[in-house]
């Protein structure tokens, strides 16, 4: 091992290439030691160059691959190179330990808020890290690692904000057991990818060997709890958003909660995590501003959906749940997104693997049992759901677009061989500096299991999975959603400009005049394949509108699309705007797409949808396709259509109760401004689309 001290005080251009030296597979590493530890280190194979200056700031510059990073003078204290060989580690890298002393020393038993205790903690920092002692409060945390497993996991609030172990200043701190990991890896390995990749806001590991009033519990890996923080997700405290998509605190698990409510598209199960304690108010803007958000991902339009959404962020992210096998993705449970006031998504930080890496979830609640095959969270066919897990179509519906596809395989290519070199090197790192803590923890905690060689099988088959992934994601559709482009975007207004010809020459309706001149405007500007998109926008966008407007009261249109849209009741977890989103499925039991659902508690219960249009429109056929779920929202044993005529309610007619197909009135001929679809079952009753045909009136 160098040591390089008193380097930063030389202030002067200075750069130094590292790659030509240091083989890509080297596992040595450049730490940065600050106050008296290390603050973080780097594989100096990810290193390009350092590069110190004195100007405008005193510090250097640390050029990576993907990456470029500053540190200031005063920050630093000395640069540190190690050979990070297994000895090398067991000598420096000793395991720090914590010493959590309960005020009267009471038991730990419960993960509620409301039940945090008083404590001391006394971190040993092992000279690597420095010392802490502080007082604090603890309680549980988790789910299934909390009900099912004797090891437990934790979560520490200190009385004042501390750096601990070399991490940002926080009081919140979370202790994971990883009882069912027999590696103890599998949260670090997701951390690392992540990390790897560029996702922001990533958690660190420390493992840390933790007793609790005197008696010794054992491995655990400290992490930052995820929520806003200048040093952790560090969104804007006033206008930044973090979003849990999490079924356990989802309306469903948590119905007491005043924090959740589901998606109103795509019927995500979502609890708030900041703003803090968020007023029904708040609740109510986040949700609208949510939907909008996932209306725009079910249009598939890249150009469109990546003004709100940063869909590299959702490669990234999907890339890592595949490569662990993260069948939660499914419920979905552990999913983190955030926007700051550039008011863009993004999804992140990373959280919980020990779902992943195919989990025998038959032993769920006393196993260990991992790495049992090679099968597909996003499967062949992302878009289709072809071998794949049942993710929500919010995370897959961009597969049909040509652009999303043909980026999500190129990051795939970019990253995929020397990511996982990476990746492992750092679980040989881990392994090498907590081997003989792993013992004692095994010894204290004892399972069916040998860690050294479950940390072998977790390399082999993350090893066998990249070939497996590389082979299917090269082989994914292209899909079917072509984005805008300056030659595609001519073609469609030139198609565009045909048909108005056509309806020009053919047509004689009021208002002829006025897409005479929309027309000849356009044909005015001379566009051509070169132009700009949002030139080529503009003129579709022009003649969209004027076309609509010369057909409005001359054509038949599904006039539910301008329509204001009510119900008696929808259950949260169901979407309303369902009903007309043009999503019909295969049958009527497919959960393909979403669909509207009125259970409300109660059995048999009358309940209506209505569409309500500011004019009096001419309705010439509706349509229903119900939807059931075979349990509570079943085949309707009633369903009628009003029609609102001189201010009440007039019949129509009964509606057809069949599924798997439209049930239809046509030949109709009525102006109203209100219809009105009635229905009941045992239960309840669900729809997947219903629609009214009719003519517009004319503005």
């Known amino acids: 091992m160098t040591k390089i001290k008193d380097l930063i005080p030389c202030f002067f251009v200075f750069a130094c290439t590292l790659l030509a030296v240091v083989p890509a597979s080297s596992q040595k590493r450049m730490a940065i030691y600050s106050e008296g530890c290390i603050k973080e280190h780097h594989l100096l194979s990810k290193i390009d160059s350092i590069r110190f200056v004195n100007s405008p700031q005193a510090g250097f510059w640390l050029y990576k691959t993907d990456s470029l990073l500053f540190y200031p003078h005063s920050q630093t204290d000395s640069l540190v190179f190690f050979e990070w060989s297994a000895s090398e580690c067991l000598r420096r890298f000793e395991v720090p330990t914590i010493n959590i002393q309960v005020q009267d020393n009471a038991p730990v038993l419960s993960k509620d808020k409301e039940d945090y205790l008083p404590c001391v903690v006394e971190i040993d920092g092992k000279e690597m890290y420095a010392d802490y002692i502080g007082t604090a409060r603890i309680r549980g945390r988790g ?168 869909l590299a962020s959702l490669i990234d992210f999907l890339i890592v749940q595949e490569m662990v096998y993260n069948v939660e993705m499914e419920a979905p449970r552990s999913v983190y997104m955030y926007k700051d006031i550039d008011n863009v998504y993004r999804m992140g930080p990373v959280w919980d693997f020990d779902a992943g890496f195919d989990f025998d979830w038959g032993t769920m609640t006393t196993g260990h049992n991992y790495f049992m095959a090679q099968d597909l969270v996003l499967g062949t066919d992302p878009f289709r759901h072809t071998q794949a897990r049942n993710l929500s179509p919010f995370f897959t519906q961009m597969f049909d677009n040509t652009l999303f596809v043909q980026q999500f395989k190129e990051r795939w290519a970019e990253i995929q061989p020397e990511c996982l070199d990476y990746c492992l090197g750092m679980m040989d790192d881990y392994y090498a500096h907590t081997a003989e803590a792993m013992a004692r923890d095994f010894e204290r905690w004892p399972i069916d299991k040998n860690y050294a060689e479950e940390i072998v099988r977790m390399k082999n088959w993350l090893t066998d999975r990249l070939d497996v992934l590389t082979e299917v994601i090269e082989n994914y559709p292209a899909g079917n959603i ?57 003129a579709l966008g022009l003649l969209e509108s004027a076309l609509t407007d010369y057909l409005a009261g001359n054509i038949e249109e599904n006039l539910a699309l301008t329509a204001s849209l009510s119900t008696s009741h929808c259950s949260g977890w169901e979407s309303l ?59 309707p044993d009633v369903a009628y259509i009003e029609y609102w005529s001189a201010g009440s309610w007039i019949k129509l007619g009964d509606i057809g109760t069949e599924m798997d197909a439209f049930n239809v009135l046509d030949k109709l001929n009525i102006t109203t401004s209100k219809i009105r679809l009635s229905m009941s079952s045992k239960i309840a009753t669900g729809i997947s689309e219903f629609y009214v045909k009719g003519y517009r009136p004319k503005d």
């Open 482 to 538: 072509q984005e805008d482009t300056s030659e595609s975007l001519f073609q469609e207004l030139s198609d565009l400009l045909a048909e108005i010809a056509s309806w020009l020459n053919d047509t004689d309706f009021d208002g002829k005049a006025a897409l005479q001149s929309s027309y000849q405007d356009v044909l005015s500007r001379q566009l051509s394949e070169q132009s700009s998109i949002d030139e080529l926008h503009e």
């Open 577 to 635: 705007e369902a009903v007309r989103d043009g999503l019909v499925p295969e049958n009527s039991s497919a959960k393909t797409y979403p669909r509207y659902g009125n259970w409300d508690g109660r059995q048999g219960v009358l309940h209506w949808v209505q569409y309500e249009w500011e004019q009096p429109c001419t309705v010439s056929e509706i349509g229903v396709y119900w939807w059931t779920d075979f349990s509570g929202l079943l085949q």
């Open 143 to 310: 789910n299934s690692t909390w009900l099912w497993y004797d090891k437990k996991p934790y979560r520490i609030k200190l009385d004042a904000k501390d750096k601990i172990l070399g991490l940002g200043s926080n009081k919140d701190w979370v202790l994971l057991a990883n009882y069912r990991d027999p590696t103890n890896l599998m949260n670090a390995f997701g951390f690392e990818m992540a990390s790897w990749l560029g996702l922001p806001f990533t958690n660190h590991s420390r493992f840390v060997e933790v007793t609790l009033n005197g008696d010794y519990i054992g491995l655990y890996q400290l992490t930052e709890q995820v929520e806003q923080a200048g040093d952790r997700v560090d969104i804007d405290v006033n206008e930044g958003v973090l979003l849990s998509l999490d079924k356990d605190d989802g309306p469903e698990l948590a119905p007491g909660a005043e924090d959740n409510f589901w998606s109103a598209y795509y019927h995500l199960p979502i609890c708030v995590k900041h703003p803090d304690d968020p007023t029904e108010e708040i609740i109510d803007l986040i949700k609208a501003d949510f939907q909008e958000l996932e209306l725009l991902v079910n249009q598939g339009k890249y150009r469109d959906l990546s003004q709100s959404f940063d």
